[in-house]
């Protein structure tokens, strides 16, 4: 095995530059993404032994399977030349890690603020998908969001063209900082991962810059300092149960503690038209106590919640009293049937003459060019399982893997919503995402439209970053429905 001081050098036909060894420890990097040795081996096409060859460095790792290594791990050559933090995706929020960028980075806005709408700071904001949906509505204006990793914050600063995207880790952002540089926020809305979210302390008592604080005291730190009408804490429904409950009670009590009133509730974005199911914990909070008036759902969805006995309560879903007034649900051949077919390894750039249904219309959104239409290009194995894949692992021939969760290696549904996207969508062997009827996984469009992007939603950086940009995103409905419920209450 190489030492961490020794060089490799890695050659492509359009690269040739020194990488630490220790930077590219395949069986490190396959553990944080949480893949088994056989399960990884089966994806890159090659023999379990000869993979364990390569992890303990007795085996050459050549360039072409290096690619595909990253290609399944969702990484790229920049992450490792760059020697990016790879501790990531521990948290359970969505849109942000904890590592420590290696300095601060502004993108300046490049359009003029609207005087007449109102203002909104998406804190932990990710590509800014629950912030566009705000400005969806018209009535709202992102004028600044906050995140570590610069691919997403230059996603969000692209489609949030009147907003400043403050590159740097919250805790050393001071409150002050975002109140000279931008208008003073009428919402605040943010989604911090919950990691530490059980040492949290009275909020009274935090300091900028305190290094104990966690991601959820900043969060709240910003909101008792810019002091918005509103504040829009959304979060995995996990952090209902987390530490039996006391969790979700301090921050919601937090957010009292500063002079807000809060309601929570568990929304299903299917059950507002997105075709896919997903669920988000989201506690809304209101400075001048008005009660917040929460969507009611416009489309019937038949699912199984995540959300636990204990706490029905928070959850808004359909009923039988609802079903004469509430739609069927959004399918995925709603929303994709109109893109072209792809085999695996190929790519579309142009619309075909498919009818688009109407949510395949309003999801293009007038859109002229077709992008990230380029499917996966799988193994020989792997087409072979694909081609023989059902609704889940159970279907397949008994042999034919090894392992892998009841959902791996299983083709979607195209009569129904998709189940929840993971950051792993163009690859069989981490969830459900093989096409309902050709033989691949989803594209990076398919992903987006299932997410709820317009196709006009500009993505930036690699294939592999904007896989896992729409995989993190909060769908754009949710933060619209929300908005649109924020503007009835107020």
Not at 70 to 84: G, K, M, P, Q
Not at 95 to 123: H, M, N
Request: aromatic share 8%.
């Amino acid at each position: 095995m190489h030492s961490e001081t020794t060089p490799l050098i890695v050659k492509s036909d359009d690269f040739k530059y020194p990488v630490m060894a220790k930077m590219f420890d395949v069986r490190l990097l396959r553990q944080l993404g949480r893949w088994k040795q056989r399960d990884l081996a089966q994806v890159l096409g090659i023999n379990v032994h000869e993979l364990m060859k390569i992890e303990r460095g007795l085996s050459e790792l050549e360039a072409p399977l290096k690619k595909r290594i990253l290609t399944a791990l969702a990484l790229n050559e920049a992450d490792i030349a760059n020697n990016e933090e790879l501790l990531r995706l521990r948290e359970c929020g969505e849109g942000y890690v904890t590592s420590r960028p290696e300095g601060q980075t502004t993108i300046p806005r490049t359009e003029a603020l609207v005087s007449d709408k109102r203002p909104v700071i998406d804190l932990f904001c990710g590509v800014g998908g629950f912030s566009n949906g705000f400005e969806q509505t018209g009535n709202f204006q992102v004028v600044a969001g906050i995140d570590l990793l610069g691919d997403r914050l230059a996603t969000f600063s692209l489609n949030h063209r009147a907003a400043n995207a403050y590159g740097q880790d919250i805790r050393e952002l001071r409150s002050d900082t975002i109140d000279d540089e931008n208008p003073r926020p009428f919402v605040i809305v943010g989604g911090p991962p919950c990691q530490g979210f059980s040492s949290i302390r009275p909020f009274r008592n935090v300091e900028w810059n305190d290094p104990r604080n966690n991601l959820a005291e900043e969060f709240c730190r910003i909101v008792d300092d810019l002091r918005p009408e509103w504040v829009v804490f959304e979060n995995v429904v996990g952090l209902i149960t987390h530490s039996r409950g006391q969790t979700f009670s301090a921050v919601q009590s937090a957010f009292e503690e500063i002079g807000y009133r809060t309601s929570a509730k568990v929304l299903n974005a299917a059950n507002y038209g997105l075709p896919q199911r997903r669920e988000r914990l989201v506690i809304v909070g209101s400075l001048k106590g008005k009660a917040f008036k929460w969507p009611q759902p416009t489309h019937r969805v038949d699912q199984r919640s995540m959300v636990g006995n204990k706490a029905r309560d928070l959850l808004i879903s359909t009923s039988r009293d609802l079903f004469d007034d509430t739609l069927p649900s959004v399918t995925i051949d709603d929303a994709i049937g109109d893109l072209p077919e792809l085999e695996a390894g190929e790519a579309a750039t142009e619309y075909t003459n498919n009818v688009p249904s109407t949510y395949g219309e309003f999801i293009r959104n007038a859109a002229e060019k077709l992008t990230l239409h380029e499917a996966t290009a799988h193994s020989r194995d792997m087409l072979k399982i694909i081609r023989l894949s059902g609704a889940n692992i159970y279907a397949l021939p008994p042999g034919l893997v090894s392992s892998g969760f009841s959902s791996s290696y299983s083709r979607l549904n195209g009569s129904e919503p998709s189940v929840t996207l993971t950051v792993n969508f163009v690859h069989p062997a981490s969830n459900r995402c093989i096409h309902p009827y050709q033989h691949r996984a989803l594209t990076p469009r398919e992903g987006a439209r299932l997410q709820g992007f317009f196709d006009t939603f500009s993505f930036s950086g690699s294939r592999s970053q904007i896989v896992k940009q729409i995989g993190n995103a909060v769908p754009p409905v949710l933060g619209k429905k929300i908005a649109e419920a924020i503007l009835d209450s107020d």
